[in-house]
């Protein structure tokens, strides 16, 4: 190499140098610790493997399996997948927005227990509230034996597409109802007063003052409830209804990975562009109101609706709770008669908990110097860490177990058929969620403290294990508590990843209501429910 080359080839190396530096530096200047650093990549490279060889079986799949099934199942299913999302989703902000409406800017009789109540339905598992209404409106169902001794048709169909859309909204409206009511409890009073001073009626005031003002939150609720709808799997297979990941599950289960991993790319693309259209549409509303002319919203008075109203507040309450807990209640009672709380109860609730426990530390650990690093040293890579890592939960549970199974199946085969998949799925699946606690925590703490822990010498590391998380230690348990319920609940990663004989209670309600027996399905539901209360109670005080 002559003189020339090796000055060109320092030149080169200078400026990867720099072109690396100001890739990695953070916003304020600083440089971020290399070991956390390095640690986050190697988090965020794990997290998003599974994901990335579905996405790469799919691109290699072969262009007349595509050609076959663009042919055959994915217009179908593009069809069934869009119409259930669209039509729950219309219909559960609709629901959403009036609650919040009805609960926290009218005199509405009790409305303080009600801001609970409307809630409960995000506790119940849909796979646990579509086996209920089973029971109640099913073929052999509870309303079928009182409808056939006055009638001789019987008019309802559980096992239709509005079967499937009434299920599902029942359980997913409390997204926009939640979002909406903190939106609706901040909003200032004066804007509607000077509305009506401009002549408007209250009808007007809501559409042209109110309204806008909710728009984010009606945005943040519809994408939350159509990312769900994308992906459940459980509501959508017990009543009979197919969409992108039934279609997957089923694949899966006939063991034609191709397909599988084309209908998941197919899949992945409608979530991205559902993704897309939120972000853009939130860039668009943006509404601001001053504090300095800020007066609590006052509560309207229904007069003679009040009756009505509340009519229909109780409506959706019997139907979305009432119902579903008195079936549930029914049917374990009978179980507990019936020996259903035996030794093989206890160990699948064991199971569970096992599984969901050591999800949740594992998360808690290494959510940490992930979030630390994005709150404390922000810049272009720790940005792009932080969006790897949420890749996996805004994905459907089946498409992260059908790449956790194409990676262990192909380079980690010991692990294979053991409960090491569940761990790696639930921890790709429900990571964010520790991270979105643990940032809320961290976002309370002054970087000043960091600053004085550095000057006496500690290192970054140090900085966060010794000074930082005792500070944080609420929200990074409060993280590891969504995670564990969460893990709980999780039926379509259980299922296609458990081992041989390892059951949870998600997959012991699934099996034992697809084979009729509620009387065992309904205590381990119900155990769900009661564990996934504790979340509520968390979100409810934020």
Not at 397 to 407: K, N, Q
Request: hydrophobic residues 55%.
């Amino acid at each position: 190499m002559n003189r020339q080359e090796q000055s060109d080839f320092k030149a080169r190396n200078r400026a990867f140098r720099a072109f690396f530096q100001n890739f990695i530096k953070s916003q304020n200047g600083s440089q971020p610790d290399y070991i956390l650093l390095l640690l986050s990549l190697m988090i965020a490279f794990v997290m998003f493997i599974p994901i990335l060889y579905v996405i790469w079986s799919s691109l290699f799949a072969g262009t007349e399996q595509w050609i076959k099934l663009l042919d055959t199942r994915i217009p179908g299913l593009l069809w069934n997948t869009l119409s259930l999302t669209f039509t729950v989703t219309i219909l559960s902000v609709s629901i959403g927005i009036s609650l919040a409406w009805f609960v926290n800017r009218c005199d509405l009789p009790g409305r303080k227990v009600w801001q609970w109540l409307l809630a409960l339905p995000l506790v119940i598992p849909p796979y646990v509230g579509a086996m209920t209404y089973i029971i109640i409106f099913g073929p052999t169902g509870w309303l079928k034996e009182k409808w056939m001794n006055w009638f001789s048709e019987y008019p309802i169909n559980i096992y239709s597409f509005w079967g499937v859309v009434f299920v599902l909204t029942m359980f997913t409206y409390p997204y926009v109802f939640l979002i909406a009511s903190s939106a609706l409890r901040k909003m200032n009073q004066s804007f509607e007063d000077a509305a009506r001073i401009q002549g408007l009626n209250t009808f007007q005031v809501f559409w042209k003052v109110n309204l806008p003002f909710l728009r984010p939150a009606i945005g943040a609720g519809a994408i939350l409830i159509s990312l769900y709808v994308l992906s459940d799997f459980g509501a959508i297979a017990m009543l009979r209804y197919t969409t992108f990941t039934a279609a997957i599950y089923y694949q899966m289960g006939n063991y034609d990975h191709v397909s599988a991993s084309i209908l998941s790319m197919v899949l992945i693309l409608i979530t991205l562009v559902f993704l897309a259209v939120e972000r853009r549409t939130r860039l668009k509303q943006r509404y601001y109101q001053t504090s300095n002319t800020y007066k609590k919203p006052s509560l309207l008075s229904l007069g003679k609706w009040k009756a009505p109203v509340l009519i229909y507040v109780l409506g959706i309450f019997s139907l979305a709770v009432l119902l579903p807990t008195i079936v549930l209640i029914y049917w374990s009672s009978v179980g507990v008669m019936e020996g259903a709380l035996d030794s093989r109860f206890w160990g699948y609730a064991w199971n569970s908990v096992l599984v969901a426990g050591v999800s949740a530390l594992i998360c808690m650990i290494i959510a940490l110097p992930i979030v630390y690093l994005k709150l404390r040293y922000p810049s272009v890579l720790t940005n792009i860490i932080d969006k790897i890592t949420y890749s996996g939960y805004a994905l459907p549970g089946v498409i992260v177990a059908l790449g956790v199974v194409f990676v262990f199946n192909q380079y980690i085969p010991w692990l294979y058929n053991t409960i090491a998949l569940l761990f790696f799925a639930y921890i790709v699946r429900f990571l964010p969620q520790a991270m979105q606690s643990g940032e809320a925590a961290l976002s309370l703490v002054s970087p000043r403290i960091d600053e004085a822990a550095r000057s006496l010498g500690y290192s970054p590391v140090k900085v966060m294990l010794k000074v930082i998380v005792p500070l944080i230690i609420p929200g990074i348990l409060a993280g590891g508590a969504l995670v564990f319920v969460s893990s709980i609940k999780e039926l379509p990663a259980t299922l296609l990843l458990r081992p041989p004989g390892f059951d949870t209670l998600a997959v012991r309600v699934w099996t034992e209501a697809s084979e009729a027996v509620y009387h065992l399905a309904a205590p381990a539901a119900l155990l769900i429910i009661i564990v996934s209360m504790l979340p509520l109670r968390f979100m409810l005080k934020k």
